[in-house]
């Protein structure tokens, strides 16, 4: 570590002076080895506390690990809070149970956030203590509540040493401060607040998921009516309402889109093939073998129209009543093949509103 200036020292009353309220002629000490420290100030250098002779065992992360126990039983002993806030989640209230949980992305994104709770220690511990033994563990300060309300709090300040792995993994609520600089430590102190970060790790504290109200996963849905047309409503349904079923609908299967985003489904031609499957007198265009994409214009149309004098570029519906359609089955397999890889819900007229559940292929309920 770059020797930095040092910019704390201890009085006769053993409180922690910064250098901008430090005198020449007066007694101080260093928080670690407790020798004498003098005010240097100069023209060059910037005004800093040093070593009148500096032992060999005291060194600056020596020096920053004493001084930051000291300074941080000095807040707690203080008038002023001595909060701490780590990372915690809001969740749906279905997230245990939810269909459509199960993918980390998405789940992330729509089913829970990530939030904080926060509190103020001296709310329920008074009594702060350093280099105490609990458990047979040995705090760098140690939070106890002198009533035995509350199990005892670790602080642990890492400026070299790592916290030992038998105590991390005791069960104690630990909180670890990484520091680098009297600076870090200052702005922590400042803030009023110790909060997780990539310095600041809290082990063992009961991190209690909060239930929120989420917007909800997006889903698609295709829907067939009794007329035997089909088609996707225009807005997505969500994973709040999927069961909510369209007043004509024969059959509905809803799928979770933002889950494929290794294939592409499409899902007006995916819901035609998946009924097909289930019904024998499906017909729309996107299912023809004679239906096809064109190779200028990129629209699809029928390429029996001249052969036939079917219209060329007919609405995919018109299918009901063609002579002509053809199931073309690759277009049904290709599909079909899809479900083994997505979770979706597939209704029928007869069921309750909560159809089937597929996860990968397999009935879930």
Known sequence: MTELKYTYALDKNEKCVGIENAQKG????????KGEMVVKEGSVKVKHYAHKIRPQNC??????????????????NSDGALNISFKTKDRCSNFEHCLWNHDDYTSSYYCEKETSQSFNLKN???VITREKTYKGFRADLLLTNSENKYEPVFIEILVSHQCEK???????????????SEYELNTIIQSGMISESERVNFYNFKRRCRISETEGLMLNKFV??????????????NCKIYTQRHSSAIFEITFDYLANRTIWINP???????????????????????????????????????????????KSNQAIGCNEFTVDENVISENYNYLPHIVYNVWKKGMDSRGINYIKGKETY
């Open 124 to 126: 329920y511990y008074n």
């Open 59 to 76: 060194s600056y992360e020596t020096y920053l690990h004493a001084l930051a126990k000291k300074r941080i039983e000095e807040w707690f």
């Open 26 to 33: 007066i007694e101080y000490r260093c928080p670690h080895c």
């Open 268 to 314: 007006f031609i995916f819901g035609w093939a998946i009924a097909y499957k289930n019904y024998e007198n499906v017909k729309n265009c996107f299912l023809c073998k004679y239906y096809k994409e064109s190779k200028y214009t990129n629209q699809r149309l029928c390429c029996l129209y001249k052969k036939k004098g079917i219209e060329k570029y007919c």
């Open 224 to 237: 067939l009516l009794d007329s035997m047309q089909g088609f996707c409503p225009s807005s997505r349904s």
């Open 166 to 180: 038998g105590k991390l993994g005791s069960g104690i609520r630990i909180i670890e401060v990484a520091l680098n």
